[in-house]
């Protein structure tokens, strides 16, 4: 059941009606994000450019996350909060229920974001000076982590094999040294939208054990897998064997989904009890609390959100496959390797030979992720979040085409 506010004006009167009936979640409303202290939309306050950078979607969270929100702030006091019994069962019986992963309450660490919970790992699993392997291009803190913590990245670029990304592992085995201590696995991948299949996730997993690597599995992205084939679903590396899930910290968190972010609330899986005790060891006075809506976000989107977030898919599907044909006919300079997963396009547009391609846009009122931003191995190519509404998708289409056009 929806409620909508439908408002009435004429001469005298302002009519406010509530209707109530039944319909899907409609993903098309346009939101004014303005004053809400948006960092998507705060960037280019004041300015007529449509943001379509950060991961954060122009949607309203499912209605029961709202509604939960809404009974959690009538309770009225807000000390500090602990993990409650609720949300940890929410989070064990969704790792089962969704992908098959039965893990247990104390394996579950939580945290306020995936950001600090990714420098942390560094803190905890490689000494100062030491080295960090991840494959570029991808997610900004992956680079910056080690940087912040004063190890060493090694930045190893995938590869575009016809138009599919893989894992490039001569590449990766001339790269890494004796030094080396972990590997931060993007799953699915920010911004190239694979979901690694099984059997890629087993030769990450089997070249972190040969280089005895801890395995850092990033699956924020997993529940957003726009391909609709049994087989081309999820993975959680973890699940692949007690000795791959022995060697693996899984970060997880429900805020890209159902676009919680706000909400800060995320966690890791570490199933063995050295990994865990390093990472908690490290987090000593970096994590905190976690806010006492994230959880409450959380178990509400874990327990309610499923019928909104099929409804969400089937609408980024739709979203996906408008760029795709937009490109195609109208912005042919743009290339766009086929995407599973994630409402973030990655679009290669070194063909339009200019050096910053994300100010090019800016310039047209279009607000994209710079290409660099995302490793050496990115130059050229932008971000694209579709994540909104189809008239926004297509309006910033429009700017972009009318622009390429000019040139
Ligand atoms: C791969 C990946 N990890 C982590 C995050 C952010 O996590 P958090 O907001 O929990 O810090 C993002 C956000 O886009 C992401 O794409």
């Given at each position: 059941m929806r409620r909508y506010l439908v408002a009435c004006a004429d001469d005298r009167l302002f009519v406010t009606v509530w209707i109530t009936f039944s319909m899907p979640f409609d993903f098309d409303i346009s939101l004014d994000r303005r004053h809400t202290g948006s960092l998507k939309w705060d960037k280019y306050k004041g300015r007529d450019i449509l943001p379509m950078w950060v991961a954060d979607m122009d949607f309203l969270s499912p209605p029961a996350v709202v509604e939960a929100l809404r009974a959690r702030a009538g309770n009225g006091v807000f000390?500090?909060?602990?993990?409650?019994?609720?949300?940890?069962?929410?989070?064990?019986?969704?790792?089962r229920a969704r992908h098959r992963?039965?893990?247990?309450?104390?394996?579950?660490?939580?945290?306020?974001?995936?950001?600090?919970?990714?420098?942390?790992?560094?803190?905890?699993y490689a000494a100062p000076g030491e080295s960090v392997l991840t494959c570029t291009p991808v997610y900004p803190p992956f680079?910056?982590?080690?940087?912040?913590?004063?190890?060493?990245?090694?930045?190893?670029?995938?590869?575009?094999?016809?138009?599919?990304?893989?894992?490039?592992?001569?590449?990766?085995?001339?790269?890494?040294?004796?030094?080396?201590?972990?590997?931060?696995l993007c799953s699915p991948h920010n911004p190239v939208g694979r979901v690694w299949s099984a059997e890629e996730l087993r030769q990450?997993?089997?070249?972190?054990?040969?280089?005895?690597l801890v395995l850092v599995s990033d699956e924020i992205h997993c529940d957003l897998v726009l391909d609709e084939a049994d087989e081309a679903d999820h993975t959680v590396t973890a699940t692949l064997s007690p000795e791959i899930e022995a060697r693996t910290v899984t970060m997880m968190a429900p805020s890209k989904t159902y676009n919680l972010p706000g909400l800060s609330c995320a966690y890791c899986v570490i199933s063995d009890p050295k990994l865990r005790e390093k990472?908690?060891?490290?987090?000593?006075?970096?994590?905190?609390?976690?806010?006492?809506?994230?959880?409450?976000?959380l178990v509400a989107a874990y327990r309610q959100g499923e019928p909104w977030r099929r409804e969400l898919l089937a609408?980024?599907?739709?979203?996906?496959?408008?760029?795709?044909?937009?490109?195609?006919?109208?912005?042919p300079v743009l290339k766009l390797a086929p995407m599973a997963a994630t409402y973030l396009a990655w679009l290669d547009a070194r063909?339009?030979?200019?050096?910053?391609?994300?100010?090019?846009?800016?310039?047209?009122?279009?607000?994209?992720s710079e290409g660099a931003w995302f490793g050496e191995a990115g130059r050229g190519f932008l971000r694209l979040n579709f994540g909104c509404p189809r008239a926004t998708l297509a309006e910033a289409l429009r700017r972009m085409a009318a622009a390429v056009r000019r040139v």
């Open positions: 000390g500090y909060t602990v993990p409650s019994e609720a949300a940890v069962q929410a989070a064990l019986d969704y790792l992963y039965t893990a247990r309450a104390e394996w579950l660490v939580w945290s306020h974001g995936l950001v600090p919970a990714l420098n942390i790992a560094l803190r905890a680079l910056s982590a080690p940087a912040n913590q004063e190890r060493r990245l090694i930045a190893v670029p995938l590869r575009l094999n016809g138009a599919r990304w893989e894992f490039d592992w001569p590449a990766l085995e001339a790269a890494i040294a004796p030094d080396t201590r972990v590997f931060l990450v997993a089997e070249f972190c054990a040969r280089h005895a990472f908690e060891r490290a987090a000593w006075g970096l994590i905190t609390e976690v806010n006492a809506f994230g959880y409450e976000g609408y980024l599907r739709g979203n996906r496959d408008y760029l795709y044909d937009f490109v195609h006919s109208n912005l063909g339009l030979e200019v050096e910053r391609p994300a100010q090019f846009f800016e310039d047209a009122g279009v607000g994209l």
